[in-house]
Every structure is written in structure tokens, then in C-alpha cells.
């Protein structure tokens, strides 16, 4: 099975709600505009230790510096300087090409995850429980590439019962259920996304699709029980971001091919991630007509004013992919759980929720 197949499943799960956000949070209302780019600055990469992260003001600690602990991992453990040292001549040739295709992103169909046409209208059937079987089928089968993936997975070891091959989308459908087709769902819309390859780059999808399934948990968690809001948009949030995290990743690397003489260097590639990441999973959401909190949220990621001043979302959200590090870095070794709990104490000290938080995805 496919690394998008194994670990996408919450994906589906959730773009039910995005046809319901478009009818009711853009109607009549203006867009939010993407926020530029942070630039790089250069502050510590190190992670501040644990008596600095409780001391500091509630959720007003940067997330930049266990963000980049987890990047480090995801490049094989490649050290992160101190300081983001000046660009060199061949660095600058680099991102002057990264930044501009970054910038237009949504115009680059090969990095863009697909979004079938028929998608509102496919998550509105296989959310009622008055839809049949057969109805389903007749919306997958007007897509020829959802079709094709849902009679590939009707017929794996995982489904398939009987001798003969499934061949009708209609007994596809009743053999795998709606679970099934929100995980197939997922894999037609991430396919021209998830790449892997044996180089630098390679095990940064995995660890990085295993921070963002924490990171969206975790701020749903506190979108239900610390902010009182939309547990479902928060977790929306935090696979977008994800998801914009992983396409930077991409253009990176496709540039590094081209530069056969360059050497991946990870701390150019945590600067990308801070400055784009949040931008691409903008414009991600712009172009599959996601509602303008999930546009506000994912600007606050760009900015660095106090947890007061974000939008209850972006709070969530920050939260969300601090908590998803602090638990990723707890998994490879890198943190002691005192340590990480009081990290997470200093972005958000409202008490037992923030705990149960942390005990539920803290699973080394």
C-alpha cells in the first residue's frame, strides 16, 4: 500500500464540511488576503529549554525552534545552525527560483493535490444516511479517476472476499463502505503530491505527514475544549498546513535536481518552511473555495503577535503544531516528557484541557 494510503485516511475524513463552509462563510463576504512571506530572521534554531518555554507570556513562545527540531529529523538529523548563516551566491540562485514558483503555486497543476469536481457533491452523499449505495456509485462513476481508484481498492486483499474481481463501482461501494471511499477520496486528491524518492528529501513526507495527523488532532482538541469553536475547521487546518509543508518540500527538491552541484542544506530548507508554508496551504485553500477563517487561521501562522491577538483558529492551529512536534521529537528521543509538557505550558496555560491534550498524543 502507498505511503498516501496509509497515512492520508484523516484527510477524507474531513473535507465533508468544505462545500458547507463555501455556502455559509463566503457568501457576501470579501476574501481574506494571503499574508506575504515571512523573511528569514535570524534567530536561534536551537530549542529553548524548558525553564525559558514556562517563563514564557501564555502562547506567546515562537513555535520556530521545535519546528525546526523536527525538520532536522526529517532530513536525516542534519544539524540546524545557531544562526542561519548568509547566503551564499549559489543559495541565492536557489531561492530565487524556489520563491517565485512558490508565489504561483496554484497555477503548478503537478504540486497541487486534485480536487475532483463532483467533490461537494460526493461528501454531502456519503454523509447522509439517506443516500444509497447506488447514488454514490453514480456520482463516482461521472470521475473517471475516483473510479479507478475505488475498483483498485475493492479488489485488494483488504477488501476483496471472493474469487472474482469487482468490476460494478455499485458492489464496490457496499463492499468498502463510506470509510473506504472518504480513504479513497484522500489518495485521488494526494497522489500528484506524495512523493518519495532515496535522497535527503526522502523521509521528509513520512515525518512530516506523521507531525501533521498530531498537529491536526491536537488542534482539534483545542478548538473543542480550550477555545470552545470548530473542532472540524481547526482539524482542516492543521492537514492544510501539513499539506503546504510538504509541496515547499517538493519545489525544494525538484530545484536541487536540477543543481546537481548543490548540496541539500536543511537550514535553507527550515527557512522555506517558515516562510511558505502557511502562503501555499492559502493558496491551497483559495483554490478549493475554503472558507475565509480557514484563510484567517492560516495567516496568523505568518504572524508574530501574541496568542490574544490571533483569531481563536490560528491560536488553535499554532497549538496544534507545537503540541505535533513536542510528541514527534518525544517519539525519535529528542525531548523528555517534563520537558515537553512544560514547552506546551508555554503556549497555552489554561489547565487540564492543554494536559489532556498532551496525553493523547503523547505515544512514543
Do not use: C
Request: charged share 20%.
Amino acid at each position: 500500500m502507498s505511503i498516501a494510503l496509509l497515512i492520508l485516511i484523516p484527510l477524507s475524513l474531513i473535507l465533508a464540511g468544505a462545500w458547507w463552509w463555501w455556502r455559509s462563510d463566503r457568501a457576501g463576504k470579501p476574501g481574506i488576503p494571503l499574508p506575504p512571506p515571512l523573511a528569514a530572521d535570524n534567530t536561534s534554531s536551537s530549542p529553548a529549554p524548558a525553564s525559558q518555554a514556562q517563563a514564557a507570556d501564555d502562547g506567546d513562545a515562537s513555535p520556530r525552534p521545535w519546528l525546526h527540531a523536527l525538520y532536522a529529523i526529517a532530513f536525516d538529523d542534519a544539524p540546524l545552525a545557531t544562526q542561519t548563516p548568509a547566503p551564499r551566491d549559489d543559495i541565492r540562485l536557489l531561492t530565487a527560483a524556489v520563491e517565485p514558483l512558490l508565489s504561483r503555486i496554484e497555477t503548478q497543476p503537478r504540486y497541487m493535490p486534485r480536487r475532483p469536481q463532483l467533490l461537494p457533491q460526493l461528501m454531502s452523499a456519503v454523509n447522509d444516511s439517506e443516500s444509497s449505495g447506488k447514488a454514490i456509485a453514480g456520482i463516482i462513476a461521472q470521475d473517471p479517476a475516483l473510479a479507478g481508484n475505488l475498483l483498485k481498492v475493492a479488489n485488494s486483499a483488504l477488501y476483496r472476499v471472493q474469487s472474482l474481481p469487482v468490476e460494478s463501482i455499485e458492489r464496490a461501494v457496499t463492499l468498502i463502505g463510506t470509510e473506504g471511499i472518504r480513504r479513497i477520496i484522500a489518495v485521488a486528491l494526494m497522489q500528484p503530491v506524495m512523493k518519495t524518492d532515496d535522497g535527503v528529501f526522502g523521509r521528509f513526507p513520512a515525518i512530516i505527514w506523521e507531525h501533521t495527523l498530531l498537529s491536526a488532532m491536537a488542534a482539534a482538541e483545542h478548538a473543542k475544549n480550550v477555545e470552545r469553536g470548530d473542532a472540524f475547521a481547526a482539524q482542516m487546518l492543521g492537514l492544510m498546513h501539513g499539506l503546504g509543508s510538504i509541496i515547499v518540500v517538493q519545489v525544494l527538491r525538484d530545484e536541487y535536481a536540477k543543481r546537481q552541484s548543490l548540496v541539500p542544506d536543511a537550514v535553507v530548507a527550515a527557512a522555506l518552511l517558515d516562510q511558505w508554508a502557511a502562503p501555499t496551504a492559502g493558496r491551497i485553500a483559495q483554490g478549493w473555495d475554503l472558507s475565509n477563517r480557514i484563510a484567517q487561521a492560516l495567516a496568523d501562522q505568518q504572524r508574530a503577535e501574541a496568542a490574544g491577538d490571533l483569531s481563536p483558529l490560528g491560536r488553535s492551529l499554532r497549538f496544534g503544531r507545537v503540541a505535533g512536534a513536542l510528541a514527534m521529537l518525544r517519539r525519535h528521543g529528542r525531548i523528555e516528557q517534563a520537558e515537553a509538557r512544560a514547552v506546551l505550558a508555554g503556549f497555552d496555560r489554561r489547565g487540564d484541557a492543554v494536559v489532556r491534550i498532551w496525553e493523547r498524543i503523547d505515544t512514543p
